[in-house]
Each structure stands twice: as C-alpha cells, then as structure tokens.
C-alpha cells in the first residue's frame, strides 16, 4: 500500500469465476489465537505464527513482516486460518496453513478475519 493510497481509494476487483458449494465446503477453516509471532531468519517478508487451535498448536507462516509496522501486534488475538492444505517449506521453514486475512490481494492495509466475539480455539467457519 502506498502512502497516499487509503481504504477508501481501494477499486473493487471482479468476482472471480462461480465455484459449488462442495468446493467451499472442503475448505477446513477454523479459528485460532496467535501465541507467538517471530521472525523467519531466512526471510524478509515471513513471520512464524505458533497458533493454538484448542487441541493442537501449528506453525503457520506469513509475508506479513512487510505489511505490518509492528506484527508481533496480532499475538493474543484470534483469527481465521486455513488448515487443510499440504504443509509447505518457505525459507527453511514448514507451514502448517494459511493465515486467512484481508487486503494483499487489493494492497490495502491488511487486516485479520476475525470473530465478533471470543469463541473456542478450533470453532471451524461456515
């Protein structure tokens, strides 16, 4: 996002292509709280996100190092992942999913997905 560009400047992209609702619903998405975020040594734009999904901890990696002036400001807040993808190595390091948050795509400030209240660790979406 550049300096001048705001929330309010963003241009809606087009809806992308009709998918079934099988295909979303094979999506494992699920609440989880940020413990720890730290740094990917290896990286300039990964952090690691330690996430607590009520019965299992997972590692998840980033590219929020760059979009964030401060992105250990998300550890204790809870927010939405996608769990059900092959784990992948970036930068020596193994994610287990993907932090599923707003803006990249349309390079605004980003910003989690999250509940509008507190709810258990592990609460799947849809």
Request: aromatic letters at 4%.
């Amino acid at each position: 996002m550049t300096e001048a560009q705001s929330e309010n400047e963003m241009i809606p992209a087009a809806i992308k292509p009709l998918v079934s609702i099988d295909d979303v619903t094979r999506l494992d998405i699920r609440v989880g709280t940020i413990v720890a975020v730290d740094e990917v040594a290896d990286s300039r734009k990964l952090m690691k996100l330690t996430v607590d999904f009520g019965d299992h901890q997972r590692s998840i990696l980033s590219g929020i190092r760059q979009e964030r002036e401060d992105p250990t400001e998300i550890e204790g807040k809870q927010a939405l992942f996608v769990l059900n993808l092959p784990d992948r190595k970036m930068a020596g390091e193994v994610s287990q999913g993907m932090l599923f948050d707003l803006g990249f795509e349309d390079r605004i400030k980003p910003a989690l997905c999250q509940p509008e209240r507190p709810v258990p660790n592990g609460t799947r979406a849809g």
